[in-house]
């Protein structure tokens, strides 16, 4: 076991660190106020690899593993957890969905396009009666005229109102359960298809999320991705490697709130001493530093099974399930550190607590994880 970087990584981290910190954290808090989705930093983004990180050089991609891809999250996540998001989303879901169910044509046609951000991409799973129970999906899609027509509705899809192109789940045999949901790739402008309600969210304010709707959605046979009855099954694939970005992502916004405090503690000053220098606030920063490398690893683990072809069921949703933890006790121990001043927007973590949350939440709950952890655990 090597656990020391190679030069390409640093080089990558201090690439995307510095990318972060001169094209992001100038405007954090004015896209997190103003809900302003930052398109052409995205499309920056784009142009670094960033967009399309864990997909081969021959169709647009940057060629890297998930080790590679974990530190571009950790990066993002330390300065703005939205753009992180929407990096995750994008790469994770849309991208790999096709790249890992898709035929030649499909993954020739929308690859190259998503990978250099020349379109963006989102991922519909979760339904308002299908969340984490996502079996339990209501929309449909019917075989009709040499045409698959759709009707229902998404939501929580993350992009949805900038996406090109759109992954959805449907249903095209209901008595088949879990083997009777199909996954389908639909462009921007397809009659019958538009985006819905834009949400309102605590945090992560600048990624958008909302519904995405079918009316009598016409697409063409070539737009099945995957083999007929097996979107479900595929996109439990999908989330194995989704987990882990947002398991990176947990880390680089605990990340960020550790060094917001690390730094606070130095400077503020109460009872004529820095509060660093007090053993209380040495021991939260002291656990914050252990609990963050501890989350590191067991998510460069999962990556680095992932990138030798293994199966990271149990990994990934370990390393998600301890890191999205971690990450709120390090946001909540971070604010505390700061005192009041934690509380106001003039401060870092004041977002990086509100933006945590999500991280125990998406791409499967805490509660999610525990089952599909015991469930592996089981099988031995």
């Known amino acids: 076991m090597d656990f020391e970087y190679s030069t390409e990584q640093l080089h990558l981290r201090k690439t995307i660190r510095n990318f972060a910190e001169t094209e992001i954290a100038p405007h954090v808090l004015e896209w997190d106020e103003k809900q302003i989705f ?25 060629g890297f593993g998930y080790i590679e891809y974990s530190i571009i999250m950790e990066e993002l996540a330390r300065v703005d957890p939205s753009v992180a998001l929407i990096v995750a989303a994008h790469n994770s879901l849309c991208t790999n969905h096709i790249y890992l169910a898709g035929n030649e044509q499909q993954r020739e046609k929308y ?17 308002p009666e299908a969340g984490s129970d996502a ?10 005229d040499g045409h698959w027509v ?3 509705g998404k939501t929580f899809t993350t992009n949805a109102h900038y996406a090109d192109v759109c992954v959805a789940m449907a249903v095209t045999d209901r008595a088949a359960s879990q083997h009777g949901i199909s996954a389908f790739i639909l462009e921007r402008g397809t009659p019958g298809f538009c985006v819905g309600k834009k949400e309102n969210k605590l945090g992560m304010r600048a990624s958008a999320t909302g519904e995405v709707l079918f009316a009598d959605c016409r697409l063409p046979e070539t737009q099945l991705l ?13 989330l194995d490697g989704g987990r882990i970005s947002i398991a990176a992502l947990a880390v680089g916004i605990a990340q960020g709130a550790y ?28 656990n914050m530093a252990t609990d963050i490398e501890a989350a590191r690893w067991l998510v460069y683990c999962a990556g680095a099974r992932k990138d030798g072809g293994k199966r990271v069921t149990r990994e990934s949703a370990m390393a998600k399930l301890f890191a999205s933890e971690m990450a709120v006790k ?36 805490s509660e999610i994880q525990r089952l599909v952890i015991a469930r592996q655990l089981l099988k031995e």
């Open 38 to 62: 930052p398109l052409d930093l995205i499309k920056k983004a784009g142009e670094l690899g960033v967009m399309g990180a864990i997909f081969p050089e021959e169709l647009g991609g940057a």
């Open 111 to 127: 690859i190259p396009k998503l990978a250099t951000a020349e379109w963006i991409g989102c991922w519909s799973l979760t339904e």
């Open 135 to 144: 079996a339990g999906t209501r929309s449909t899609a019917a075989l009709k």
């Open 150 to 152: 759709l009707n229902g």
């Open 226 to 238: 995957g083999k007929r009855g097996e979107g479900f099954v595929d996109s439990l694939r999908i």
């Open 259 to 286: 060094e917001a405090a690390l730094k606070y503690s130095k400077h503020r000053k109460q009872f004529g001493r820095f509060i660093s220098e007090f053993q209380a606030i040495q021991d939260k920063l002291a």
């Open 330 to 365: 390090a946001a909540d121990a971070a604010l505390q550190i700061h005192g009041g001043y934690g509380f106001i927007k003039d401060y870092p973590v004041e977002k990086f607590y509100r933006d945590v949350k999500l991280c125990t939440i998406g791409e499967g709950t």
